[in-house]
C-alpha cells in the first residue's frame, strides 16, 4: 500500500526545475514558499516521506470509514522567459542556474559545430536563445526543431557571446513535444502582411506584432479592472442578449429558434410562424417576443448604478452594421461605467482619469512590447502616449467646436455644419492641429444627433454628451449625463418613435427615487488601437467578426 501511494504522488507532482547552485536572485514578483524554483530532488524527497508517514494512517482509516482519494497535487506557477529575461539585467543574474524553458520555435540555424534555435513561450517578446551541440541528448531528433514546433529545453543559462541578447540557454536536453511540419507551416521567418495573417487568425498570436498586441490588451483589460475597483466601482454583468435598443439605430443581431437547423439545408421560409398580416409570429419563439445581441449594457448599468451608486461593465457586444472599414466590427468589447449623483463635469472627469491611468500602465509595465510598437508599427507612439499621460485635456462646446472648423479654411471631405456629426477627419483636426495632439472633450451636442436617454439642456436645443478625442483615432470615449426626469425622458422616447412600453423598467427607475448620473462608453478596441499604434481594428481583437467573415 505505501509504495502504490508513493508511485501514485510521484506520478501527480508537477515535474520542476532543479537548480543546483546558489538560490536564485529575487524576481520582481513574490514567488510561493514551495517555489518552482525548489530542488527537483528535495521536492520528491519531500513528497515521498509524506507518502510514506501518512500510508499507514490512511490504510487505517480506509478500513474505519471506507475508500480515501489521494490529495490533489500543490499548483506551482511556472517558471517562463519573462520571469528570466524580463528584469532590468535581462537575465545576467541567472548565468549558472539551470533551468528548463517549454515554448515554440520560432527559428533554428544549424552550423557546422553548433545550433541556435530560438524558443518563445508568449510571455514576453524576447526569445531564448538555446545552444546546441552535437552532444547534446536528444540531438537526433533536431531535423524536427523547426519553425512552430513545440519544445522542452534544458540546460544552464550562460552569458551569451551575441549582441543581441545578455543570456542564452547551454542546452543538455532536448525533447520534440509536438512537431510542425516546415513546408506547410504558414507563418515563416520572412515578415507577412497582417491582411494575410488574418486568414490565419488561429497562428497569428505566434508573431511578434500579434503576441506584443495581445500582452498589451491583457494589460490594458487589467488596469481597466484596477482603476475602477480602486476607485469604489461594482463591476456588473450586464445581459448579452436583450429586448431593447439603447441605441435606437436598429442594427442589432436578431437571436430566434425558429430558424431551425433539422432540417437539410436549414428552415424553409414557409416553416416560419407567421401572423395573419404575414409579420413574423415572435409569440411562439424562444422569448416570446423579439429578442436581439445586445450593443450596449448602459441600460442595465443604470438600474445598479441606482442602487450601488458607482458601476461598470465589460463585455462583448454586438452591431449589425454593414459597414468595412478599418474602424468598425461586428462583434467588440465595451467598458461603460455609471456614476450615479454625478453630472456632466463628473464624466468628464472620471474619463480623463481612466484614460490616464491606464496609459500610464501600459507605459509602465509593457515597455518591451511597447518599444516594438515604437520601432516597427509607429513610430512616436510613446512620445504620443505620454503626453496623453502628462497634459492637461481640455474642452470645449460642439459649437465652439464647429466655428472652430469653419475658421480653419481647410477643405475637409465631408461639410462642417452646426447639426451635423463630427467626422473622424473634423475630431482629428481638433486635436491634433488645433490642440497640438493634446486630448480634447467635445460636450454640448445637438439633442438630434444624440441617444434618447442624454439630458436635455436648458436651451432646448442640446443635450448634456461628451466626445472624448485623441490623436491618431479621433472619438475613443462617448458619454452623457442621462435624462433623470420622467416627464423628458418620455417626451424624448414619443419624438423618437420608441414604445414606452419596451421601456418600462427603465422609466421605473425615474419614478423611484431618481437622481442625477452619468456615464461613458469606450470601445475596448479602439482603446488597444490606440494603445498600440495598429491600423486596423480587426488586428485588435484576437478572433474579428466582420461582414462576410466569422471564421475561427
Same mark, same amino acid.
Given at each position: 500500500?505505501?509504495?502504490?501511494?508513493?508511485?501514485?504522488?510521484?506520478? /501527480?507532482?508537477?515535474?520542476?526545475?532543479?537548480?543546483?547552485?546558489?538560490?536564485l536572485p529575487a524576481l520582481s514578483f513574490q514567488l510561493p514558499?514551495?517555489?518552482?524554483?525548489?530542488?527537483?530532488?528535495?521536492?520528491?524527497?519531500?513528497?515521498?516521506?509524506?507518502?510514506?508517514?501518512?500510508?499507514?494512517?490512511?490504510?487505517?482509516?480506509?478500513?474505519?470509514?471506507?475508500?480515501?482519494?489521494?490529495?490533489?497535487?500543490?499548483?506551482?506557477?511556472?517558471?517562463?522567459?519573462?520571469?528570466?529575461?524580463?528584469?532590468?539585467?535581462?537575465?545576467?543574474?541567472?548565468?549558472?542556474?539551470?533551468?528548463?524553458?517549454?515554448?515554440?520555435?520560432?527559428?533554428?540555424?544549424?552550423?557546422?559545430?553548433?545550433?541556435?534555435?530560438?524558443?518563445?513561450? *508568449?510571455?514576453?517578446?524576447?526569445?531564448?536563445?538555446?545552444?546546441?551541440?552535437?552532444?547534446?541528448?536528444?540531438?537526433?531528433?533536431?531535423?524536427?526543431?523547426?519553425?512552430?514546433?513545440?519544445?522542452?529545453?534544458?540546460?544552464?543559462?550562460?552569458?551569451?557571446?551575441?549582441?543581441?541578447?545578455?543570456?542564452?540557454?547551454?542546452?543538455?536536453?532536448?525533447?520534440?513535444?509536438?512537431?510542425?511540419?516546415?513546408?506547410?507551416?504558414?507563418?515563416?521567418?520572412?515578415?507577412?502582411?497582417?491582411?494575410?495573417?488574418?486568414?490565419?487568425?488561429?497562428?497569428?498570436?505566434?508573431?511578434?506584432?500579434?503576441?506584443?498586441?495581445t500582452r498589451v490588451r491583457n494589460a490594458l483589460a487589467y488596469?481597466?479592472?484596477?482603476?475602477?475597483?480602486?476607485?469604489?466601482?461594482?463591476?456588473?454583468?450586464?445581459?448579452?442578449?436583450?429586448?431593447?435598443?439603447?441605441?435606437?439605430?436598429?442594427?442589432?443581431?436578431?437571436?430566434?429558434?425558429?430558424?431551425?437547423?433539422?432540417?437539410?439545408?436549414?428552415?424553409?421560409?414557409?416553416?416560419?410562424?407567421?401572423?395573419?398580416?404575414?409579420?413574423?409570429?415572435?409569440?411562439?419563439?424562444?422569448?416570446?417576443?423579439?429578442?436581439? /445581441?445586445?450593443?450596449?449594457?448602459?441600460?442595465? *448599468?443604470?438600474?445598479?448604478?441606482?442602487?450601488?451608486?458607482?458601476?461598470?461593465?465589460?463585455? %462583448?457586444?454586438?452591431?449589425?452594421?454593414?459597414?468595412?472599414?478599418?474602424?468598425?466590427?461586428?462583434?467588440?468589447?465595451?467598458?461603460?461605467?455609471?456614476?450615479?449623483?454625478?453630472?456632466?463635469?463628473?464624466?468628464?472627469?472620471?474619463?480623463?482619469?481612466?484614460?490616464?491611468?491606464?496609459?500610464?500602465?501600459?507605459?509602465?509595465?509593457?515597455?518591451?512590447?511597447?518599444?516594438?510598437?515604437?520601432?516597427?508599427?509607429?513610430?512616436?507612439?510613446?512620445?504620443?502616449?505620454?503626453?496623453?499621460?502628462?497634459?492637461?485635456?481640455?474642452?470645449?462646446?460642439?459649437?465652439?467646436?464647429?466655428?472652430?472648423?469653419?475658421?480653419?479654411?481647410?477643405?475637409?471631405?465631408?461639410?462642417?455644419?452646426?447639426?451635423?456629426?463630427?467626422?473622424?477627419?473634423?475630431?482629428?483636426?481638433?486635436?491634433?492641429?488645433?490642440?497640438?495632439?493634446?486630448?480634447?472633450?467635445?460636450?454640448?451636442?445637438?439633442?438630434?444627433?444624440?441617444?434618447?436617454?442624454?439630458?436635455?439642456?436648458?436651451?432646448?436645443?442640446?443635450?448634456?454628451?461628451?466626445?472624448?478625442?485623441?490623436?491618431?483615432?479621433?472619438?475613443?470615449?462617448?458619454?452623457?449625463?442621462?435624462?433623470?426626469?420622467?416627464?423628458?425622458?418620455?417626451?424624448?422616447?414619443?419624438?423618437?418613435?420608441?414604445?414606452?412600453?419596451?421601456?418600462?423598467?427603465?422609466?421605473?427607475?425615474?419614478?423611484?427615487?431618481?437622481? %442625477?448620473?452619468?456615464?461613458?462608453?469606450?470601445?475596448?478596441?479602439?482603446?488597444?488601437?490606440?494603445?498600440?499604434?495598429?491600423?486596423?481594428?480587426?488586428?485588435?481583437?484576437?478572433?474579428?467578426?466582420?461582414?462576410?467573415?466569422?471564421?475561427?
Amino acid at each position: 500500500m505505501a509504495a502504490a501511494a508513493t508511485a501514485r504522488l510521484l506520478r /501527480l507532482a508537477p515535474r520542476r526545475l532543479q537548480v543546483k547552485t546558489s538560490p536564485l536572485p529575487a524576481l520582481s514578483f513574490q514567488l510561493p514558499r514551495t517555489t518552482l524554483l525548489a530542488a527537483a530532488s528535495g521536492q520528491r524527497q519531500r513528497f515521498c516521506a509524506a507518502a510514506q508517514a501518512s500510508a499507514p494512517a490512511a490504510a487505517a482509516a480506509a478500513a474505519a470509514t471506507g475508500p480515501v482519494g489521494e490529495a490533489v497535487g500543490e499548483f506551482r506557477k511556472r517558471l517562463r522567459v519573462a520571469d528570466v529575461k524580463g528584469g532590468e539585467d535581462e537575465g545576467a543574474a541567472w548565468v549558472g542556474k539551470e533551468l528548463a524553458v517549454r515554448g515554440w520555435v520560432r527559428t533554428c540555424r544549424a552550423q557546422r559545430t553548433v545550433t541556435f534555435v530560438e524558443v518563445n513561450d *508568449g510571455s514576453c517578446l524576447s526569445n531564448m536563445q538555446c545552444v546546441l551541440t552535437p552532444d547534446t541528448e536528444g540531438y537526433d531528433q533536431i531535423d524536427s526543431v523547426t519553425t512552430g514546433a513545440s519544445v522542452l529545453v534544458e540546460g544552464v543559462v550562460a552569458s551569451s557571446q551575441g549582441g543581441k541578447q545578455k543570456v542564452e540557454l547551454k542546452v543538455s536536453k532536448i525533447t520534440v513535444i509536438g512537431k510542425s511540419d516546415p513546408t506547410s507551416f504558414p507563418i515563416q521567418k520572412k515578415q507577412a502582411s497582417r491582411e494575410f495573417l488574418r486568414t490565419v487568425a488561429h497562428l497569428r498570436p505566434r508573431t511578434n506584432t500579434f503576441g506584443a498586441v495581445t500582452r498589451v490588451r491583457n494589460a490594458l483589460a487589467y488596469a481597466t479592472h484596477k482603476f475602477f475597483q480602486d476607485n469604489g466601482f461594482v463591476w456588473v454583468s450586464s445581459p448579452i442578449i436583450t429586448a431593447s435598443d439603447c441605441e435606437g439605430a436598429g442594427e442589432q443581431f436578431y437571436v430566434t429558434t425558429l430558424l431551425s437547423n433539422s432540417a437539410e439545408g436549414g428552415s424553409l421560409l414557409k416553416d416560419i410562424p407567421a401572423t395573419k398580416d404575414g409579420r413574423v409570429d415572435w409569440s411562439q419563439d424562444f422569448f416570446c417576443k423579439p429578442a436581439f /445581441l445586445t450593443v450596449s449594457g448602459q441600460l442595465n *448599468g443604470e438600474t445598479y448604478a441606482s442602487a450601488l451608486s458607482d458601476i461598470y461593465t465589460f463585455g %462583448p457586444t454586438f452591431r449589425a452594421e454593414n459597414s468595412n472599414t478599418a474602424r468598425h466590427l461586428a462583434e467588440f468589447w465595451m467598458i461603460e461605467p455609471e456614476l450615479a449623483f454625478a453630472d456632466l463635469n463628473d464624466d468628464m472627469a472620471c474619463a480623463t482619469a481612466y484614460l490616464q491611468y491606464v496609459v500610464k500602465y501600459i507605459l509602465d509595465n509593457c515597455k518591451e512590447d511597447m518599444d516594438f510598437f515604437n520601432t516597427w508599427v509607429e513610430k512616436g507612439i510613446i512620445d504620443r502616449l505620454n503626453d496623453v499621460v502628462e497634459k492637461n485635456f481640455v474642452h470645449l462646446s460642439y459649437t465652439d467646436a464647429v466655428e472652430l472648423l469653419l475658421g480653419s479654411k481647410k477643405n475637409f471631405e465631408f461639410p462642417v455644419k452646426w447639426g451635423l456629426d463630427l467626422q473622424s477627419e473634423h475630431e482629428r483636426y481638433i486635436t491634433e492641429v488645433a490642440f497640438g495632439g493634446r486630448p480634447v472633450i467635445i460636450r454640448d451636442y445637438p439633442k438630434e444627433i444624440k441617444a434618447f436617454y442624454m439630458r436635455q439642456n436648458d436651451d432646448g436645443k442640446t443635450v448634456a454628451a461628451m466626445d472624448l478625442l485623441v490623436p491618431r483615432v479621433g472619438e475613443l470615449i462617448g458619454g452623457s449625463q442621462r435624462e433623470e426626469r420622467l416627464d423628458h425622458l418620455e417626451a424624448r422616447l414619443d419624438e423618437q418613435n420608441l414604445s414606452k412600453e419596451s421601456y418600462w423598467w427603465y422609466l421605473d427607475l425615474r419614478r423611484y427615487g431618481s437622481v %442625477p448620473h452619468a456615464g461613458f462608453g469606450l470601445g475596448f478596441e479602439r482603446l488597444v488601437q490606440f494603445a498600440t499604434g495598429i491600423d486596423n481594428i480587426r488586428d485588435a481583437i484576437p478572433f474579428p467578426r466582420v461582414p462576410g467573415s466569422a471564421e475561427f
